[in-house]
């Protein structure tokens, strides 16, 4: 899969201004968007809607910065806050398919 989301807008999430994680990002990417398109229940296709991009950068930042298995305030939660909320839009909660 190819990511649909920038490598240069998840540097830019990072603040990274190099090129040497470039193949980890664009790994990172495409684990961070197949997530995001499991948890709605379709692929992404162009153009992502914007809510769906930042969680995917979210997503894809939280796994490049915790490159193990994190805990927070030990709740122990796997994905960051936020990123289920900005998807849940774009999900049908019954067939788990993308809402009309």
Known sequence: MMALTSITLLKAQLNLDHDLDDALLLHKLDAAETWAASFIGAALADPVPAPVTEAV????????????????????????????????PYRDEVTGHVAA
């Open 57 to 88: 950068l979210q997503l894809a930042a939280h796994w490049y910065e915790n490159r193990e298995a994190v805990a927070y305030g030990g709740s122990g939660a796997p994905i960051p806050f936020g990123v289920v909320e900005l998807l849940r």
